[in-house]
């Protein structure tokens, strides 16, 4: 079959919406027809090449669907069941998965982009064959994955939400409450106050942290974060963050701080916004050769912390039903997340809103 699809054939350049052919679903595999995806920085980093795929790639990580076909020996799901797609496949039966660290599964060995049978079910008109966007390939009206990359959901869920819970509220969530485990009566600080940011904060009142500080160059997004709930706004283009976040804590620091921007100097300016025993829990995927600098004999006498997030440590078919409960219960917001969304062919203009700041979060919606 042909499908319209968001594919970058080269590096720093714009995306091309072609009509691409999708083959079948092969054993274990499942074709979903797309509803909704997410328009995040990861896809932006896959642009630049700060997560690296050698083009062509199908873009998009953050999709909910419904299943349309389902290949052999598929037992999970039945065509017409409503769905999200994780950007983490994993085997459930590996030593990283039977450890509950199911993002960082070691079952699988194929290629980057490639179905598990090292393969791909994209190809162009010429035949050449197109990885997808973490086994996935969400921007595209139809796309076929593995059947392990499948959450079911309740189809009285409206998909163009409850998309959002593949990757931003997951990941922003999780790493408060699987990664740092913030304890009640906590100092936060966030750096950072997009998408991901925001559904930190949201974690972090699930957590009942007892301060929630806001960094971010732009005084929209921080209005943004206040509304999420943060306590106190620091606007990092007119102050140093670090010497706020000081004089707000009287010079002690806070208790976790969260990067979720990728870039080491945030990173490093995390690490100086904690207390001693503090802990930075770092969030945002920074390019693939970069590095940080953090005072080694501190790092020991202070007993700071630094670990990573990887989609918030969650166990996606666990911990994404919770969250849409959560969304039930008015314990968190999910629609307010959405600041426009776009149709396929506008996919350009959401990365540059996104790279404007203008948007919490754009959805690229197919119905």
């Known amino acids: 079959m042909r499908t319209k699809t968001a594919v970058i054939f080269e590096h720093n350049k714009s995306v091309i919406v072609d009509d691409l052919q999708l083959d079948a679903p092969k054993a274990k595999e499942v074709l979903v027809r797309m509803n909704a995806s997410g328009v995040c920085h990861s896809d932006l980093s896959v642009i630049n090449g700060t997560i690296h795929y050698n083009p062509p790639v199908v873009l998009g990580h953050e999709g ?29 039966q590996c030593r990283m998965c039977a450890m509950n660290k199911v993002s960082l599964c070691e079952g699988f060995t194929a290629r980057m982009g490639h179905l598990l049978d090292d ?24 796309t076929v994955v593995p059947e392990q990359s499948l959450i079911k959901i ?28 913030v304890k009640p009566g906590s100092s936060v600080a966030i750096v950072g106050s997009g998408g ?27 209005g943004l974060a206040k509304d999420f709930g943060a306590t106190d706004l620091i606007n990092a283009s007119e102050a140093n963050p670090v010497d706020q976040i000081h004089d707000l804590t009287n010079g ?39 590095k940080i600098n953090i005072p080694a004999q501190w790092l020991v006498r202070q007993e700071k912390r630094i ?53 919490a979060r754009g959805v690229i919606l197919f119905e």
């Open 119 to 142: 393969t791909c079910r994209f190809h162009t008109s010429l035949k050449q064959p197109v990885p997808q966007m973490a086994r996935i390939g969400t921007m595209s009206q139809y």
């Open 307 to 359: 670990i990573g997030s990887f989609y918030g440590s969650s166990i996606p078919r666990i911990d994404m039903p919770k969250i849409l409960e959560l969304y039930t219960q008015g314990k968190i917001r999910l629609h307010e997340l959405i600041t426009k969304n776009y149709q396929l062919e506008q996919i350009n203009q959401a990365f540059e809103d996104m790279e404007a700041g203008v948007n």
């Open 154 to 181: 309740d189809p009285t869920y409206p998909l163009e939400i409850a998309v959002l819970v593949g990757c931003s509220v997951t990941t922003g969530i999780g790493a408060v409450l699987n990664t740092a485990k």
């Open 252 to 290: 002690k620091g806070v208790d976790y701080a969260f990067e979720v921007v990728g870039n080491p100097k945030t990173i490093e300016q995390a690490y100086d916004m904690i207390r001693p025993a503090g802990t930075v829990v770092v969030v945002g995927i920074s390019h693939h050769e970069a």
């Open 196 to 222: 991901v940011g925001l559904n930190v904060i949201q974690g972090a009142i699930l957590a009942s942290a007892e301060r929630i500080i806001a960094v971010d160059l732009s005084e929209q997004k921080l």
């Open 64 to 92: 909910a669907g419904i299943i349309e076909q389902i290949g052999e020996d598929v037992n999970y799901v039945q065509v017409g069941d409503h769905v999200l797609l994780s950007f983490v496949t994993y085997c459930s």
